[in-house]
């Protein structure tokens, strides 16, 4: 697979920490430490279409939800989770309990997982309740990432890439354990043909990393730690989002 830059967005004035693609229709969204979130019309995307602000410390994550075309939900640093309207511009709810970054089921939309310091707290997205927690690393999580089917979740922290499944209900076990060695891995996303690659984002670099063959591939992207990716399921664009102020799209 050969990976190729795109289109690069240009408007947050301090570092870009998310990035994420609406599963149903033609937007964008990243969020900052500038404390906002940011909506961008791929079609046109000279200019961002919506700004989010209310949030009182840097953004760490941001998602859409998969079926819901209006909700879009953000985490900052304190663990304050916001779930917003993008054709209102408003927010429609606050809760707490995500640190680092946070993604929906894919497909159902049931849950919200969220990355707590080492731990992964699940939501229901419906009550915003806490339904379970669980942990395995022994570093704080900077990454979560579901498999399309919903089923699967994959964490990353300095110490290792985790691989979850979704056993009964809301229960997730640790299947499979992937150690980091030789970068600072922070993101990841699985690739949107190939269910058995986790394209893991790094210092500079982006890693393909094949579960089934336990092989990996190195590739330069940026000039700073890569904070967050994305994949759009209709085009099969993989988005790219760093800490040097750039996002980047892949094919």
């Given at each position: 697979?050969?990976l190729?830059s795109?289109t690069?967005?240009?408007?947050?004035s301090?570092?870009?920490?998310?990035?994420?693609?609406?599963?149903?229709?033609?937007?964008?969204?990243t969020s900052?430490?500038?404390?906002t979130?940011?909506v961008?019309?791929?079609?046109?995307?000279?200019?961002?279409i919506?700004?989010?602000?209310?949030?009182?410390?840097?953004?760490?994550?941001i998602?859409f939800?998969?079926f819901?075309d209006?909700?879009?939900?953000?985490?900052?640093?304190?663990?304050e989770l916001?779930y917003w309207?993008?054709q209102?511009g408003?927010c429609?709810k606050?809760?707490?309990?995500g640190?680092?970054?946070?993604r929906?089921?894919?497909?159902?939309g049931?849950y919200?997982?969220?990355?707590?310091?080492?731990?992964?707290?699940?939501?229901?997205v419906?009550?915003?309740?806490r339904?379970?927690s669980?942990?395995?690393?022994?570093?704080p999580?900077?990454?979560?990432?579901w498999?399309?089917?919903g089923?699967y979740?994959?964490?990353v922290?300095?110490d290792?890439v985790?691989?979850?499944g979704?056993?009964?209900g809301?229960?997730l076990?640790?299947?499979?354990?992937?150690?980091?060695?030789?970068?600072?891995?922070?993101?990841?996303i699985?690739?949107p043909?190939?269910?058995?690659?986790?394209?893991?984002?790094?210092?500079?670099?982006?890693?393909l990393?094949?579960?089934?063959?336990k092989?990996s591939m190195?590739?330069?992207?940026?000039?700073g730690l890569?904070?967050?990716?994305?994949v759009s399921?209709s085009?099969?664009?993989i988005a790219?989002?760093?800490?040097?102020?750039?996002?980047k799209l892949?094919k």
């Amino acid at each position: 697979m050969i990976l190729k830059s795109n289109t690069i967005l240009e408007e947050h004035s301090s570092p870009i920490t998310d990035v994420r693609f609406s599963p149903s229709m033609p937007h964008l969204a990243t969020s900052s430490f500038d404390k906002t979130v940011k909506v961008w019309d791929t079609n046109d995307p000279n200019k961002s279409i919506c700004t989010f602000t209310g949030h009182s410390t840097p953004i760490m994550s941001i998602d859409f939800h998969p079926f819901k075309d209006d909700l879009i939900c953000s985490c900052d640093a304190d663990s304050e989770l916001r779930y917003w309207s993008i054709q209102n511009g408003t927010c429609l709810k606050i809760s707490n309990g995500g640190t680092a970054q946070i993604r929906f089921q894919p497909r159902l939309g049931r849950y919200l997982a969220a990355a707590n310091e080492n731990v992964v707290n699940i939501f229901d997205v419906e009550t915003q309740a806490r339904v379970s927690s669980f942990q395995g690393h022994y570093e704080p999580i900077d990454s979560l990432c579901w498999d399309p089917s919903g089923q699967y979740l994959a964490s990353v922290s300095v110490d290792s890439v985790r691989l979850w499944g979704l056993q009964s209900g809301s229960v997730l076990k640790c299947v499979h354990v992937l150690s980091c060695v030789g970068n600072k891995f922070q993101s990841c996303i699985f690739h949107p043909t190939d269910p058995s690659l986790l394209v893991i984002g790094g210092y500079q670099s982006l890693e393909l990393w094949n579960m089934a063959e336990k092989k990996s591939m190195t590739l330069p992207a940026h000039e700073g730690l890569i904070s967050a990716l994305a994949v759009s399921p209709s085009t099969e664009l993989i988005a790219s989002a760093s800490h040097d102020k750039f996002v980047k799209l892949w094919k």
